[in-house]
């Protein structure tokens, strides 16, 4: 009987995840089905399927909005990712426990680094958002050799908070929380990753065209959007742009491999689920 594995959020009849693990699935004849459940809006929603799904045999879980905070405290064991996130993508079960892991900065950083061709060491990255999405993402681009990295969000005080918590974890590798309207001043940088939900309703975050260092990369973590306006505004700066498709392909990738011992190639599920940038 083939392994059990799904996606769980709310909602969740758009997510890519059970193509992208069936593929992986079939490229690496590994005997699985992945599934997408529907955590509810209801309080308790969430840990009732995932007790429900482990009762039934499962192994492992994706967990997607808005369910990465629950996910974390389900679990009896996390990694240094997931718990300087403050929040956990995947879960396995093992011998009775819950071990919890956060891929998407991992898939972040691999995506930038292999797939568009960008060692992140000693380059200036510029995160745009103060929630979850920047926090998975800073420990994994500091471990990467980022030479600095700023967090600007409209709110200055929840980018210096978050800086200033998350500081201690990175070795060394300067960290600042500024607001949007400082970055006028503050030089600029050769990677820009839009970290907010300002794309999914057509909307930009500020960013002024200095902020673009020349030949930086403009990465949208939005992804299957086309040329976004935060990507068009870029564009316009003369940077290179990329949306999120490739995180997403990355970071279920580290799933799939953390599952099963094997790491899919995922040059062929990018190519199928690219959008053109313009």
């Not at 992945?34 to 995932?50: K, P, T």
Request: a neutral charge; charged letters at 15%.
């Amino acid at each position: 009987m083939p392994d059990r594995y799904a996606v769980i959020g709310h909602p969740i009849a758009h997510s890519q995840s059970p193509l992208i693990h069936r593929l992986f699935a079939e490229a690496t004849g590994q005997a699985l089905v992945y599934e997408a459940i529907d955590g509810g809006a209801q309080e308790g929603g969430f840990a009732q399927a995932l007790a429900a799904f482990r009762a039934a045999g499962g192994r492992g879980v994706n967990v997607t909005l808005p369910f990465k905070l629950e996910a974390l405290a389900a679990a009896d064991v996390a990694s240094d990712d997931a718990r300087v996130a403050g929040a956990a993508n995947a879960l396995r079960f093992d011998r009775g426990r819950v071990e919890a892991q956060n891929f998407d900065g991992t898939g972040l950083v691999r995506d930038i680094e292999v797939n568009l061709g960008l060692p992140l060491k000693g380059r200036r990255v510029l995160l745009l958002g103060a929630g979850g999405a920047t926090r998975g993402a800073v420990l994994p681009m500091a471990r990467a050799g980022a030479a600095c990295i700023a967090i600007a969000n409209r709110t200055a005080d929840k980018a210096g908070a978050l800086a200033r918590e998350l500081a201690p974890h990175l070795a060394g590798v300067p960290l600042a929380g500024v607001g949007l309207d400082a970055l006028a001043g503050a030089g600029a940088f050769d990677v820009v990753i839009n970290a907010t939900s300002a794309s999914l309703t057509g909307a930009a975050p500020a960013v002024p065209p200095g902020a673009f260092a020349p030949g930086a990369l403009a990465y949208d973590m939005v992804y299957g959007k086309g040329l976004t306006p935060f990507l068009k505004l870029a564009q316009a700066a003369g940077a290179r742009v990329a949306d999120g498709t490739g995180m997403l392909v990355e970071q279920a990738a580290e799933a799939f491999a953390w599952w099963r011992g094997v790491r899919p190639d995922t040059r062929p599920v990018l190519a199928r689920l690219a959008v053109p940038l313009g």
